[in-house]
């Protein structure tokens, strides 16, 4: 794993539930976006009557949604407690805790069996991931034959920025502010890795510049990722303009 303050960033109290809201009304084109997304990947994985996972759930937003769509049992795992308090939350509100568990884990070393889900859901997590080979490896692991994961990513190309709203919410950026920082991200990750962690000086620099670990995810690169994992079967949709796309959905067959 590479040095990196990714695990600790996301274990912590009073950080990721700050600004991941993906429902709150500060925000309604995210928020719209979000439920269009949810709608489409459960679609897609087609849940019902099936056993889920759904890695690095946070709020619990997509192992409810899949609840309520069906599914026989759905497990959500995440590395903050504070997120999962909020997850628990949501799935009294929707009556659906009977068929909903969490457990709290980092994501390189689940504590599931073997062979336990039909699908797995990784969404809109990749990008934050220390060493993404050991969660895409464990997914495959605890998938049986024939499983699959879903897995969402955010579009690549700074100018995919341009075309989405502005930020607003806890943490608001204007399009601009957020094109011209993942083309820095981008740069920089390619010369020193993962939140520039390198050198003391490039760290010190990402630290300033980003509020969370975020690495470039380009669809050639999440591909070899799940070849490095041993996931032999993907099928890819781009949601967006053909050059420049907002969103990156996949489904990737055991």
């Not at 809201?21 to 087609?46: H, N, T």
């Not at 997509?62 to 759905?74: F, Y």
């Amino acid at each position: 794993m590479e040095n990196s303050w990714a695990p600790a960033y996301f274990e912590r109290r009073g950080t990721v539930a700050t600004w991941w809201d993906p429902l709150a009304d500060s925000d309604p084109a995210y928020r719209d976006w979000f439920l269009e997304q949810q709608k489409d990947v459960l679609a897609m994985a087609r849940v019902k009557g099936r056993m889920v996972l759904d890695a690095g759930c946070g709020r619990g937003r997509a192992t409810v949604a899949a609840a309520l769509a069906g599914a026989a049992e759905v497990v959500g795992v995440d590395i903050s407690t504070q997120m999962l308090d909020l997850a628990r939350e949501a799935a009294e509100t929707a009556r659906v805790a009977d068929r909903v568990s969490f457990r709290q884990a980092g994501l390189e070393q689940l504590p599931l069996e073997d062979g336990t889900f039909d699908i797995a859901f990784l969404l809109e997590i990749l990008l934050h991931l220390a060493d993404p080979v050991a969660t895409l490896g464990e997914l495959h692991r605890v998938l049986r034959p024939g499983g699959v994961l879903m897995v969402t990513t955010v579009g690549a190309n700074p100018a995919a920025r341009l075309l989405q709203p502005s930020k607003l919410g806890a943490t608001p950026a204007s399009r601009w502010k957020l094109a011209t920082a993942s083309a820095l991200n981008t740069g920089m990750s390619a010369m020193f890795g993962f939140t520039w962690s390198n050198t003391r000086l490039t760290a010190a620099l990402y630290r300033r510049l980003f509020n969370a670990p975020v690495r470039p995810t380009p669809p050639w690169r999440v591909r070899r990722l799940f070849a490095e994992a041993g996931f032999p079967v993907v099928y890819h949709r781009a949601v967006g303009p053909v050059l420049a796309p907002r969103e990156h959905r996949w489904a990737v067959i055991k």
